[in-house]
């Protein structure tokens, strides 16, 4: 088993920052390609980021793409999302997530993480 934590959420104003940090706990978390959702209110949960068990390849969203960026520290157990140029139409509540089963793809669909924390509320204002 995994256990994730995300942190970092809050409230920022349009075309501010902010950093996410999910903290794993468990298994082996530097095998695992890890990734990112995001849920809004009234709408389904969205494919933000992927970054395989080493982190050199990532892939994005189009809608974060140039404004977000992931990366992990596996010495830490954690990753992280980097977050700028934030819009109100990025508020949502975030998800970590671990694959366990595919470090070195990039998969972007939420059925290919076994493991999800339990996320972070970022609210962006105009």
């Known amino acids: 088993q995994v256990q994730l934590v995300e942190s970092g959420g809050g409230l920022v104003q349009a075309g501010g920052s902010l950093r996410l940090s999910c903290a794993a706990s468990g298994r082996t978390f530097s095998n695992y390609a890890m990734g990112w959702f995001r849920q809004a209110p009234g709408k389904e949960r969205e494919f933000v980021g992927r970054q395989t068990w080493t982190g050199r390849t990532t892939y994005y969203a189009d809608s974060v793409k140039g404004r977000f960026t992931n990366s992990r520290d596996n010495a830490k157990n954690t990753v992280y999302l980097q977050m700028n140029s934030l819009k109100p139409e990025d508020t949502a509540v975030y998800y970590c997530?671990?694959?366990?089963?595919?470090?070195?793809?990039?998969?972007?669909?939420?059925?290919?993480?076994?493991?999800w924390g339990q996320g972070t509320q970022v609210t962006v204002s105009s």
């Open positions: 997530a671990a694959d366990s089963k595919n470090p070195w793809e990039i998969f972007t669909a939420a059925s290919a993480f076994d493991y």
